[in-house]
């Protein structure tokens, strides 16, 4: 598993559950998504009635699944949790929407990945509140009106753009979710150490949060493996000496990089010459799915400059020569 990836299994869930802040003013960062995000709810509170479909789009990790439960808990209105994965039948998401109470918010984590059927179905159930469901099979099937009660749907997705365009108009608002800055991670790694009962210095939560590649989750995760270092062979106190050497044998380096980022940079430069090779090819050399490495792996290599997205493929930039301590070849792409 790797330590610095955005993903999170189920263990790892319950350890972020601990750490997830509850409402808007305690959530870090994300200043515009925060501003917009409360004119939506306030003026549906002030309105008396379910606040508009919001959409959260961003890479992993930065905190679409906590600002869904913040919009539940600002709203008073309980939460329900699906997936669109999970979705894969259109009689799979009538029962879902069918069961919802009045005001309650639906979080649909994924919803890019939901099958075509359900998300036609979605359109007709987020604009006007009822679903056809169809009974029978062929020439004798007929379509039974359902009136549903009034919800808040919550989408989230790692790419907006994959949401085809009628889906995405019906939300009235998309929050994008960006990178956080060091500054904001250390903001989260002091209320996480606290949380933790975790003794963090500022040099510490410094070294950690620049190496958190602008995500929370993955801050999250280091404070917990610096602290295990601390308490097994430190003083317990989790100080910049502990946090590099913590840091060291988990394999993550000063940018934040992983074995699986320094794969990827490795073969584009040594194996490719810099490129432009296409992303399958990029995965298959490095034993990845080319959706992990293009969701998970390149959005933060991208924005660091250390990969370059072209029409005809992955190149390597000057920068990522540099960071691999490489000499480009004179005609290397960047
Ligand atoms: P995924 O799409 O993989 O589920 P996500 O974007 O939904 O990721 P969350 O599960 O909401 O991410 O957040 C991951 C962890 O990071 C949680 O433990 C959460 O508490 C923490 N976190 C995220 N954003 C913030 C924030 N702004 N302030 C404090 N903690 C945060």
Redesign the pocket.
Known sequence: ERIVT???DEQE?A???A???HGLT?????KVVREQLSLVLDAARARGAPADHVL?S???????????MIVASEMGAPLRQSSGPAIQHAGDLAAVLSSLDEGEVLFL??IHRMARPAEEMLYMAMEDFRVDVVVGKGPGATAIPLQLPRFTLVG?T?RAGLLPAPLRDRFGFTGY?DF?TPE?LV??LR??AQLLGVQLTAEGAAEIGGRSRG???I??RLLRRVRDWAQVRGSGIVDRRAARAALEVYEVDELGLDRLDRAVLEALCRRFGGGPVGLSTLAVVVGEEAETVETVAEPFLVREGLLGRTPRGRVALPQTWAHLGLTPPRDAPG
């Open positions: 955005t993903g999170a869930r350890a972020e559950s750490l997830r802040p305690e959530f870090v960062g994300q959260f961003g890479p992993p990790g930065l905190g679409k699944t906590t600002l869904a984590d994924e989230a790692t979710l956080y904001e903001l989260v209320r996480s995500t929370p989750r801050a999250n």
